[in-house]
Structure formats: structure tokens, C-alpha cells
């Protein structure tokens, strides 16, 4: 893998960069209400807001915000990105 | 622009052989999808709608009336995302919908609500919903919002490949609202599916079902809410977020003391007004003393706090129905981690702000066990709407009002922020102690969906008022009351020599010198002994029974509530009563509802007992030492 920045899971993801969800290393029910709220494999999520202070951070996924804690949003992979680059911004 | 009403052109069936006609209607749908709003167009309720995921956390029953005397049992649920529940709430909607719920009729027809500005993950409900074989009518809301954010949808077109009928409505508005009578009465058909459902537990094709009927009926996403992500930028900003944050909050506190005043002044007069009349017009005699000194006095020294209540209510309305709540959680969840809690957790003791109550119920949202244990046992500590009459009667009898921060913030408003934080670092150390200890469990993942920003609207405002004013008058007509009479009573027995004794010789004295043996180390004397006896019923009850004794002590006079407590309290004892009352978890309701919500005595007594043992040794210290700084 080059070795240029590239996001590996969405803790990695700065304000305003976006990526695609590749697999969700998290227990069965947290996936499963994950996937609930569109953090679907293979679903495009931007990264938002973070809470003052290092909070949670607003990842907006499938026409919504969710809010996530850095110990979830690391657990969260990211599919390696293709040519085209990881950020776009919005 | 108006829409057309949605009837899906289809074979309606024959009178007799058609879906017969809806009995019991249970209204299903994602959070924060509008279905409290619609609950309560169709039954004329008053559910609570708010601007956050998970407002209704218990099943609500209504009627609805349509034609020829045919009334249907309509059932407001939680929010779900799907039938696999995952916390208290969401097994509410389940067991109702599986007709498992002890005194709930099983449902035979169903609402399903989705927001249409965001359909593509809402219509994913639908396969589960729509498996369960019920007549189902597909209510797209908020149709205004979607054609506000330029967003479009067929809503035929769906009906036909979903073999559903659908309607898109705007439950706030009313528009569309005819669609889903309509369907109520049997009207309107069922077409046959076009696309068969897809396996539930296959979450991803359920989502590519949801996306490939959103695309045939021409789903144009609304536009992304521009207003929301402009507010988020300055609500969650580093800097300006914290810093508008305690600006509010202050403001909030200022405007309790110095905007309320005047109200509270006008209620005064009124009370004061309509006291002396009964005093003049009735004749001389014991129902004359009942009803001046101890339903005016008492009744009518809590009813001055009104417009204070309503106050705080409007804040908090503000807040809510905003979606800032949300906002709120989220920088919460840093502080909440310290102690082990999630900021979930903050939801409920934010609303604990109004009540410990609803609070204890809005904890079934929290999905860990022993984090919604957690959250239980220290609601009671945030500072609740009844602690206000108290604290504020008080802080203005012995706290001068000066200015600390110019205009913006004075030495009362501070005094009672101390108060509230007191408060909430009560609740924050106690989780702390409990979730490192008899309530460890693993950190569970905090996940909560951002609504987006809603203005509040003024009727929406309004009628919360309108119901906070209708609870506690009603508070003030029962609990009150009857306190007041008791204590009348209580103050006037036994007689001696046919007239009344003395108060300290009275059957509510001699309560008052039973405990006073235990509060004197406190600096309270017996008097305030009866206040608290009595509090235990319901904090602002000791406000109602203070005025009662110096109402028959007082023998026109007319000294105020305030002289009086300053005569009777030293300013030492003034710090230790506040403290009391921040700690001690003096409220049956509380008590109740903690045991219905734990299953059991358990809880309730331990928190009780910790609750009090608190609130002594905190007055104990606070009189110690304002007693020995002032000295
Ligand atoms: N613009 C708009 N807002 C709506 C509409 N219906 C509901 N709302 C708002 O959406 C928010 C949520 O409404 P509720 O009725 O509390 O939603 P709910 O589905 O009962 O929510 P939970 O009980 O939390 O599951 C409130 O702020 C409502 O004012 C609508 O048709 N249009
Ligand atoms: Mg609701």
C-alpha cells in the first residue's frame, strides 16, 4: 500500500472527507443497530462535526447524521479507496 | 402548491370481502418519524412531541370516532428501526404488536410512519412491518419539509410495487391527513405487491429493496438541510458551542428570577386580594380560619410559583423541540464517559430537569441494563421543577439581590445555578461510585441519530404550557391542598379547654418535636421539622405547609413567608435546608415509578436511604461550616 494518507477506518476520517464502509468489527447487536442507522458495507459516509472537546464526531451516512464515539468510529473499517483519492469535500 | 391526495387506483374490494374495518390501529415507524405528532391529530390527545429520538418510550391509548357511533382503539408506540427490539422501548413495540402486552388489545391494523425526507432507510421497516400480514397503510410524513427541500415522490406508484396503499401526509400541517381517515374507514384497497419482500435478516437487501422501490416511484432526496449544518457549525464549534451553551444557561437562570417577578408579584396580589375578601365576607368562626390561614396561606404560597414553572418549562420546550437536546447529549458524552455512563444517559437526567418521573421512563432507551440502573438511581439528584419554589422562596428570603456580572447575572440567579450544579454533581459522583462498582459493565457504544433543527412552534410552545400549568394547579388542588387541611387540622387539636392550643401544643407540633431531635444538629427547629415531614409527600409541599403555620401564627399581622423564615432559620440553617433539598429524594411519585421501573423494593429503598443519609450529612457540613464562617 502507498504509503500517502489513507483513512482506515472512520476515526481516520477528517471534517468533510468522505469514504466507503467496508466491514463493521463490532459485536452482533452494535452492527446490527449500525447497519439500522445506514452503516451499510459498501455505503459512502462523510465525516461532520466533532463535539467540542474531542467528543463524538457526526458522520452523515444514508440521508442522516449519527453521532459515534472514537472507540466505535475506529471499530468501523474503510474500504481502501480507489485512484480517484479520499477526500472530496462538501 | 397543494398535493393530491394519494389513492392508490386500485380494485377497491367489495364491502363485505374488503379489509374489514379497523378496530385497533397500532402506529409503527422509525424515531422521531412523527407518529405522537399523527397519534395526536387522530385522538385529540396530548402525547409529548419532541425533536429527539425516543420521546415515547410506553405504549398510549386513544379513541378515534368515525362515523356511524365506531370507535377505534388507536396505540401510539416507541420508535423502532426494526422488529428486533434491543432496549425497554423497543420491546414495548414489539410485545404490543405481537399482542403480548398485558391489557393492551392486539393490533389488527397499522400506521406505519416514515419520514419522507429520508425514505430510503425508513422504507426498510416496511418489510418487517408489512410481513406481519396486517392491513397496513404507508404514511409518508412530513410531506411539507420534502417539498420545502425541493425533494419529490410518487406516492401510486410506490403503493403498487409495495402492495400497500401509501399516503403522503404532513402530520404537523394537517395535509393529507383525509388519506388515513379514509383508510380507517375501510375505503381504501389494497393493491396486490409488485415486488416481493425481501429476507428480513438480510439487512444490506433489505436496503437494496428499500433504494430499488424509492427509485421506481422517482424518490428525489430533498435537498441536504442547509440550516441544520450553519447551526451545527456554531452549536458544536470548539469555542463558540461551550461559550453559547453558558450563555444560555445563565441567561436561562437570570430570566427565572428577575422576568418571573413581576408575575409572581401579580399572583401575590391575587392570592393576597382574594384572601383578605374571604376574610371579610365569610363569618367569623373555624371554616373561616380554615380557609384563610390554611388553604389561602398554603394553597396560595405554592400557586406564586407558577409563572417561575412556566418559565422553565418554555426553556426547556425550547430545547426540545429545537433538536439542540440532541446537540446537548452529544457534548455531554465526554463527561458522561468519566463516570462510565453513555450520553444517552444525559437525555433523561436532562429531562429530569422537569421532573424525576417521565425522566425515570425515558431511561428505557438506554440499551445497557446496569447503565439504565445507573441513570435511574441518580435522576432524582438533577434538580427538578418541584425543588424550584423552594430553593428560589429561600434564596430570596436571606440572599440579597446585587449585581455580579452587570445586568446579566445577579447573586440569586447564581445562587440557584449552584444549586442546579450541586445537583447534577451529586448525580455524576454517585454514577461514578456505581458504575465502578455494583453496576461495572463493559463500555457499550454510544450511537445517536442527529435530528435535524426545527423551528419550535408557538402553538406547539403553548400548549405545553398550557398542560405544565393544568399538572401543577392540579398538584396544588390535591396534593397541596389536602396537605394544607391535614396540617390546618393537625395545628388545631387537641382542643384545650375548647379552644385551639398553642402550635407547639397542637397534634402537628408534637410531630415537629419528634423529629427535631434529629434535624437540630442541622439548624432546623421544629417548625421547619413539619415542613419536612410533610415535604416527603412532595417537595414543594413544605412551601404550602410553611405558610399554613405562620398563616395561624401570623394573626393578621401579615408578615410574609420570608420574615417569617428569617425568623425562624438562621443563615447557616438557610444553606443547610438548600442542601437538604438538593439531595434528599423527598417525592412518592418517584418512589413508585422507580419500583415499577426496576421491578421491585429493592432499589427504590436503597436509593432512598442513600438519598437521605446524603442529604443529612450535606446539611450537617453546610450548617458546620457557614456557622463557622459566618462567626
Ligand atoms: N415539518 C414537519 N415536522 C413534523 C411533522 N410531523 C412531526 N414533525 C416533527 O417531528 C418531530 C418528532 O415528532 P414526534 O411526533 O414526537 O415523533 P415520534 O415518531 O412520536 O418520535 P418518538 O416518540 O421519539 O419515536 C417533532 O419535532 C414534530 O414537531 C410534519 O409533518 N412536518
Ligand atoms: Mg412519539
Keep these: ?90 | 402548491m397543494t398535493r393530491p391526495v394519494v389513492l392508490p387506483a386500485l380494485e377497491v374490494p367489495p364491502p363485505s370481502a374488503g379489509p374489514s374495518r379497523a378496530r385497533v390501529v397500532a402506529v409503527v415507524g422509525p424515531p422521531n418519524s412523527g407518529k405522537s405528532t399523527l397519534f395526536n391529530r387522530l385522538t385529540g390527545l396530548r402525547q409529548k412531541v419532541a425533536n429527539f429520538p425516543g420521546v415515547t418510550v410506553e405504549q398510549h391509548l386513544g379513541k378515534l370516532k368515525i362515523e356511524d357511533a365506531v370507535e377505534l382503539d388507536i396505540i401510539d408506540l416507541p420508535g423502532v428501526y426494526s422488529l428486533t427490539p434491543r432496549s425497554e422501548d423497543e420491546q414495548v413495540t414489539h410485545d404490543v404488536l405481537m399482542g403480548r402486552m398485558p391489557g393492551v388489545p392486539k393490533p389488527d391494523t397499522i400506521l406505519l410512519i416514515l419520514d419522507v425526507t429520508n425514505l430510503g432507510r425508513h422504507l426498510v421497516l416496511a418489510a418487517p412491518i408489512l410481513a406481519l400480514g396486517l392491513p397496513t397503510l404507508v404514511v409518508l410524513n412530513m410531506a411539507d419539509e420534502l417539498e420545502r427541500r425541493g425533494g419529490d415522490v410518487e406516492a401510486e406508484t410506490l403503493a403498487q410495487r409495495l402492495g400497500a396503499p401509501v399516503a403522503l401526509i404532513s402530520a404537523a400541517t394537517g395535509e393529507g391527513y383525509d388519506t388515513v381517515l379514509q383508510f380507517l374507514r375501510g375505503r381504501i384497497g389494497v393493491p396486490r405487491p409488485m415486488e416481493l419482500l425481501p429476507t428480513l435478516s438480510d439487512l444490506p437487501r433489505c436496503r437494496e429493496w428499500a433504494a430499488k422501490l424509492g427509485e421506481a416511484a422517482n424518490y428525489q432526496a430533498p435537498a441536504p438541510p442547509i440550516w441544520t449544518r450553519r447551526l451545527d457549525g456554531v452549536f458544536l464549534h470548539p469555542v463558540a458551542g461551550p461559550l453559547v451553551f453558558l450563555v444560555v444557561v445563565v441567561a436561562v437562570f437570570q430570566t427565572i428570577f428577575t422576568a418571573a417577578t413581576p408575575l409572581m408579584d401579580l399572583v401575590d396580589r391575587a392570592v393576597g386580594a382574594s384572601g383578605a375578601w374571604l376574610g371579610a365576607v365569610l363569618p367569623a368562626g373555624a371554616l373561616r380560619q380554615l380557609l384563610v390561614e390554611g388553604v389561602w396561606a398554603g394553597v396560595g404560597s405554592v400557586v406564586v410559583f407558577l409563572p417561575q414553572i412556566l418559565l422553565l418549562f418554555l426553556f426547556i420546550g425550547i430545547l426540545e423541540d429545537s433538536g439542540y437536546l440532541a446537540r446537548a447529549a452529544l457534548i455531554a458524552d465526554r463527561t458522561m464517559a468519566k463516570v462510565g455512563l453513555q450520553g444517552k444517559s444525559f437525555i433523561p437526567l436532562l429531562s429530569a430537569y422537569a421532573c424525576a418521573v417521565p425522566a425515570i421512563l425515558a431511561t428505557r432507551t438506554i440499551e445497557n441494563k446496569r447503565d439504565r440502573i445507573a441513570t435511574i438511581l441518580i435522576a432524582p439528584f438533577m434538580t427538578c421543577s418541584a425543588r424550584l419554589p423552594v430553593y428560589t422562596l429561600i434564596i430570596a428570603a436571606f440572599l440579597p439581590e446585587k449585581p455580579l456580572v452587570g445586568p446579566f447575572l445577579g447573586t440569586r440567579a447564581a445562587a440557584l445555578l449552584g444549586l442546579y450544579l450541586l445537583g447534577f454533581l451529586a448525580a455524576v459522583g454517585t454514577a461514578r461510585v456505581l458504575k465502578s462498582s455494583v453496576l461495572q459493565s463493559e463500555r457499550t457504544p454510544f450511537v445517536l441519530e442527529m435530528p435535524p433543527y426545527r423551528r419550535p412552534t408557538l402553538r406547539g410552545l403553548g400548549l405545553r404550557l398550557l398542560d405544565r400549568a393544568k399538572v401543577f394547579l392540579q398538584r396544588a388542588g390535591t396534593v397541596i391542598l389536602g396537605m394544607s387541611i391535614a396540617l390546618w387540622v393537625l395545628a388545631h387539636v387537641p382542643l384545650k379547654d375548647g379552644a385551639a392550643p398553642q402550635i407547639a401544643e397542637s397534634f402537628a407540633g408534637t410531630i415537629g418535636r419528634v423529629v427535631e431531635p434529629v434535624i437540630a444538629p442541622l439548624g432546623f427547629n421544629w417548625k421547619i421539622g413539619i415542613g419536612l415531614v410533610s415535604s416527603l409527600a412532595a417537595r414543594e409541599v413544605i412551601v404550602g405547609t410553611l405558610g399554613t403555620i405562620y398563616g395561624i401564627e401570623g394573626d393578621e399581622t401579615g408578615k410574609s413567608l420570608q420574615e417569617a423564615l428569617r425568623h425562624d432559620l438562621t443563615p447557616a440553617g438557610a444553606v443547610a435546608l438548600l442542601v437538604f433539598f438538593a439531595f434528599a429524594m423527598q417525592c412518592m411519585s418517584t418512589i413508585a415509578v422507580v419500583r415499577r421501573e426496576t421491578g421491585g423494593w429493592t432499589w427504590p429503598i436503597v436509593q432512598f436511604t442513600y438519598m437521605g443519609v446524603l442529604a443529612w450529612v450535606g446539611a450537617f457540613v453546610a450548617f458546620r461550616v457557614v456557622t463557622a464562617f459566618l462567626a
Design chain 1, 1 to 90: 500500500m502507498p504509503h500517502t494518507r489513507h483513512p482506515a477506518t472512520l476515526l481516520d476520517l477528517r471534517k468533510g472527507e468522505e469514504a466507503i464502509l467496508d466491514r463493521i468489527d463490532l459485536p452482533a447487536d452494535v452492527s446490527q443497530r449500525l447497519m439500522e442507522l445506514g452503516f451499510l458495507p459498501g455505503s459512502r459516509v462523510a465525516a461532520s462535526f466533532r463535539a467540542p472537546g474531542g467528543g463524538p464526531r457526526v458522520y452523515r451516512v444514508d440521508g442522516t447524521e449519527v453521532a459515534l464515539r472514537s472507540e466505535t468510529a475506529a471499530c468501523l473499517h474503510l474500504r481502501p479507496s480507489p485512484p480517484e483519492g479520499t477526500a472530496t469535500s462538501s
